[in-house]
DNA sequence: GCACGTTACGTAAACGTTTACAATGCCTAT
DNA sequence: ATAGGCATTGTAAACGTTTACGTAACGTGC
């Protein structure tokens, strides 16, 4: 069997309140010498804590929930990454349940298993939720946020880029090279999406333009592809991709159309991963931060002082050319 | 509070021990009529089970852990897909830890923590194993499975493609199509890398071919970039790559040097995944399942029937000429 | 010598379940 | 009527920790 604390206490002849003590670094409850003593003979057990335990008599896991949605996008990594090394800084342990793709009852279900956990925070990644699941969330009292997705309010915990600047600042890039007929490809119609269209409206109205092109999609390359056929008579000379994956499918389905990017099509791409880099031409881009959204929707969660948008920045490479 | 079985118990006038009966389903040990009341007042009480207190009494967790290495690759997404979906069906959470960069610290703390855990299994993904790790795993008794790394040996539990087959596979393809100066690039130095190298010398070997051009790496886009200068010279007509990124950095590198991909430098990518797709021309690749990977590794660490070596293909785009 | 504080440690309850065992009531076969 | 069996429920221990509280020993200052 695996030893516990109280073969530890039986060995060195002390109690296990003691053993637990020095074990849970209660400093100036013991002395060095039992300390000593006690540590000696849990090293030579071979002892290990049971955190099991430990949770259920502290009522709270030291351990984060993750629920994240399986979208066709490709930043996850960055944004995970940044939330493990971030939780590991604060000690605290994270577990990743997956929520399928726009799936409700998986993601109900991944609520569900994050409460019965007792974590000491949810976080949810890329996630849409219904109205059973915030009141499922609010009333657990458990802190949660929602990462890269603004729901619109500051009654909700969030961190994410600020998707209506963001779009506004990608349109504005291209009216400042002298594209004036810009279209939107590939953005949902959940919050994230509505909001990049404000941004995206406001830019152009801003510059006297009302004639818009919007074209719905789900983040992926397949969606990419498959929108350039649609935007073709529509005789758009710009055209912004709402991530890197559509970007990419709009370029290989404007290289297999025999469209010039950038010289007939100039294409700028929202995300900025590494995606960008390997396109021929690389991307422009705008790049979001994932690792940072990631790391302070931890401190959010956990009742540090973070922000609700992370900045963002233009990168050109070479996919845009000035009219 | 968070109502108990305790509060249900009392509310409906039965004891714990038949609540606990009635939500944990062991079916019949208790009457209709009480199920129903059971259930009724849970559901009225808004009653969540506490796992953690389960698992406490139980000695073990619903749970895998996945030990993850943060390689600079990208087909990490699929696995964790193949597992999560694996385990849920076999009823069991799963929690990500996160082991750096060949970090032999975190390494070692990320088992550790599965370990405290009482989890059910440990998946161990991209990871090279130290002697130490090994023992700790050995001794702890809990299932453990390397996932995409075969160790070598059929005595530790793995699940990945046949790394040997699978360089010889891809070094036949280029042989095939009258390639005889073949390079290698980006492998690593632990056993993934040398399984390959092996299948590769040994395809060369079979054609009689004793030259062989290997430049190792760490799987990332800018090892490719990098390698790319350095086959240069060596005047190579095809080059392996270790990953689907060091595929790409090679095939920008030599954009960039104004080397023709396929006319002058065909180039053939381990991995497959999505990025293959991307680029310019479209990437030439040996395939490999991670989804599969991930999936029978669950099945391989619940003590499921389940294979060591996961089938790969070849697909062929536009990134190899025949000479 | 006494009151008091401090240090170091032990006792025992608590966390929320599961489950072995015992107990009860009822039915059936004799 | 009685023994045995079954269905249903209850009692209580157990899982491995933490921690409030109590206590003993030992100064220290008066």
Redesign the interface.
Known sequence: MKPTIKDIAAESGVSIATVSRVLSHKTGTYSEKTQAKILAVAKRL?Y??????V??VKKK?A?IALIIN?TPT?F??QI??GI??RA?ELGQ??????AGNRNAELQHQAI??A????VSGILLAAIEPDTEDLTLLK?SHVPFCFVSVYLGTDKVLSVSSDNEKLAATTTDYLLDRGHTHIGLAGVDTYHTGSQRIIGYRRALAAHGIQETTIKYGDYS?ESGRQLLAEFLPLKVTAIIAASD?VA?GLL?AA?EAGIAVPEQLSLISIDGT??C????PALTSLTQDFYQIGAQSVDRVMGEKAATFVPVKLVARGSVKRL
């Open positions: 071979g290990r804590k049971n955190s099991t335990a949770e259920l896991a351990v399986a490709n996850s990594t995970i990454d493990q090394r590991s342990g994270v577990i990743i349940l997956y569900v298993t409460l019965e956990r007792a009333e390359y994956m990419a290989n290289q590494d995606i880099r390997i396109t021929t």
